[in-house]
């Protein structure tokens, strides 16, 4: 970046886009990775998805709740990623601070990344000057 013309950014409106890239990016992987596990359920057994029936015959307790998550991220990881597609659109155009809460709190079930990346909307939002984006009084 040539330090004679930085982009410049109202105060806040930064971190904004940030965020908005990172739900973005993890939205789109979440969706895509949920939606080829379910793919491969509608082409073969359906079976390995119903979270009941995760870890087979396995007679580990740890075994079996890995097992279940794994499940749960393929067959709800959609919802998760399609959530987060849409916050990080409204975080672009600073709409719909309150769908955004919302679409990250859910996503704080989506271990790791969907967690990760919630928290680092969530604490963003809590500072005043990214909610006063939203609001359209930026603070210089």
């Keep these: 970046m040539d330090p004679r013309h930085p982009i410049r950014f109202p105060r806040g ?16 992987l979440t969706t895509l990775f949920s939606a080829f596990g379910v793919f491969q ?3 073969n057994d359906s079976a390995p998805l119903n979270p009941l029936n995760a870890g087979g015959q396995t007679h580990g307790f740890w075994l079996r ?12 990881g959609w919802i998760f990623g399609l959530l987060h597609l849409a916050s990080g ?16 709190a ?30 359209g009084r930026t603070k210089s």
């Design 65 to 76: 709740l890995i097992s279940a998550y794994v499940v749960f991220q393929m067959t709800y």
């Design 41 to 43: 359920g509608l082409v």
């Design 106 to 135: 859910v996503n704080l079930l989506n271990f790791p990344h969907g967690t990760t990346v919630a928290f680092l909307t969530l604490h963003g939002l809590g500072v005043r000057s990214i909610a006063h984006v939203f609001k």
């Design 89 to 104: 659109a409204a975080c672009f155009g600073a709409r719909w601070r309150g769908f955004v809460i919302f679409a990250n």
């Design 13 to 28: 409106q930064g971190y904004l886009y940030f965020v908005a890239w990172l739900q973005i990016v993890t939205g789109t």
